[in-house]
Structure formats: C-alpha cells, structure tokens
C-alpha cells in the first residue's frame, strides 16, 4: 500500500484569489452606468443589488480557496484507490473498469506537470504532479496502475512516465501541490478583456448608455481592469507562482496574452466610438 498527501501552499491560491476578483470587478462597470443611466427605482435597485452579489462572489471564492488548501490524501492498494480530502467526501475507485489519462504542463516537449485523471464508473478525480521535484512519485503511480489494472485504458501523455509494475512499492510520501498552468492565468488575461468588449459592444448596439460621458466612464474603466487583468496575469508567470519551471513564455501562452492585449485595444476603439458618438 503506498499512501500520498498532497499538500497546498498558501501562495499558490494568492494569485487565483486577486486575479479572479479582477475578473469578478468587470461587473460594476456596466452596472452602475446602466443603473444611473435607467434612474428611478429600478436603478436604485440594481445599486443595492450589485453589493449582495459581490458579496456572494467573495463568498465562493474564499471557499473555493479554503477548501482547496486543505491536504488531500491518496491510498493505492491491491482493491484499488482512496481518496479523501479536501472535502468531507470520501472516494474510492476499484482497478474494475479503471480508466486513466495522462494530461501535461510546460513548454512543448519539455513537460513539467503531468495531470492523472481517474476515472471509474460515475467517479472522476485528478492528481497533478511536478515532474521536475516529483518524478519518482509519478511513476510509482503509473506502476500501480500498471500492476493492479495492466488492461485499464490509458490515453494522453502516457510517455511522459514509466509504466513498470516493479515501481509500484509501499510507503507513504508527502509532496507539495504544483502552482496552476501558465494557460490558466493566460486564459483569464483574455476572458477579462474580451468580457469588457462584450459589454461595452451590448451597450452601444441597445443603446443602454445614452450619456456620452457615462458611457465613456465605463468603457474606460473596462480599459483599466483588462490591463489590470493582464498584468497581474503576466506577473503571476512570470514570477514563477503559476510554474516554478521554465519561466520563459511558450507558444500558446504568449498568443493568449497578446490576445488579451488586442482585446484591450478593441477596447479603446470601442471608447473612441462611444466618444465621437
């Protein structure tokens, strides 16, 4: 039986905490120009209403980030696998049936993270791994589902480890959680400036902002939180937070954030032609 807790740095939530809230900030804009724009009761309740669902959003977010820091403890045994933590729901996967894929993070050929997704039945869970601290701690994994299901499916990256039986030995070993992929922090660098745009583009085709000067106070301020967006995103990398591996950009990586950043001049056209009207 080979026993593994997983546990979670704090500073591995700090960045997903304030770069979601960014995200979450891309809601007032438009809500409070629409409200001082419609006026009446109805404005006055859609600027009650903004503060209860912020509050809710923070609400979702810090347990989301509770939850997540909490050790989650896997068992790999003969009967097949049990997992507890974080929440308060136990799982247990039988070798019977057992299916796993194999998804990897870093730079292309040079993976960093490896991904295993359970699956069993109706369950699903994944473990990902830093391939650079870890490895050994991989393949010991990929040697009891190679021992214990040698005909379960296996699809992904299954040549990033080994999967040799001998490898699947007893013990008990404690790792660190990997921070999240570079793509998630670049992906969140374009959702929030493409969110912008979308409202912005709403409000000039309905017509909802009549008045130039609101409409251009929203539109700048979708301007301010994309690239706000973009640089805590940009530093999260960069800083080795959301991969403590290669820091240079890779492909994908670097066409999201300029993506992001066109969105942000898309952006400003959009204010230029609420402003000339």
């Not at 699903?124 to 490895?135: E, V």
């Not at 793509?183 to 409202?199: E, S």
């Amino acid at each position: 039986m080979f026993r593994l807790r997983v546990e979670s740095l704090p500073a591995r939530w700090r960045p997903f905490r304030w770069s979601v809230y960014l995200l979450i900030l891309g809601v007032a804009p438009l809500g409070i120009a629409g409200a001082v724009s419609i006026g009446g009761r109805f404005g006055i309740g859609i600027l009650a209403l903004l503060p209860f669902m912020y509050g809710l959003s923070v609400f979702g977010v810090e347990f989301t980030i509770r939850t997540g820091r909490k050790p989650q403890e896997f068992e790999f045994n003969a009967d097949g696998i049990h997992i507890s933590g974080p929440g308060p729901m136990d799982r247990r996967f039988r070798w019977q049936s057992f299916r796993v894929k194999l998804q990897v993070g870093g730079r292309r050929g040079a993976p960093t993270l490896v991904v295993f997704r359970f699956r069993s039945g109706m369950h699903l869970a994944m473990l990902a791994i830093d391939l650079l601290r870890y490895r050994d701690v991989a393949e010991r994994i990929a040697g009891f589902v190679a021992r214990h299901a040698p005909e379960a499916r296996r699809s992904g990256r299954v040549d990033v480890v080994r999967w040799d039986p001998s490898l699947a030995t007893d013990g008990s070993m404690s790792i660190i959680a990997p921070g999240f992929d570079p793509l998630f922090y670049a992906a969140l660098g374009v959702f929030g400036p493409a969110f912008g745009v979308y409202m912005t583009a709403s409000v000039i085709l309905i017509g909802l902002v009549a008045d130039r000067v609101l409409g251009l106070s929203m539109a700048g301020s979708y301007v301010a939180l994309g690239v706000a967006q973009l640089a805590y995103c940009r530093r999260a990398i960069r800083g080795g937070i959301a991969s403590r591996a290669d820091l240079s950009l890779d492909g994908r990586t670097r066409a999201l954030l300029l993506a992001g950043l066109a969105l942000v001049g898309v952006e400003g056209l959009l204010s230029l032609r609420i402003w000339l009207g």
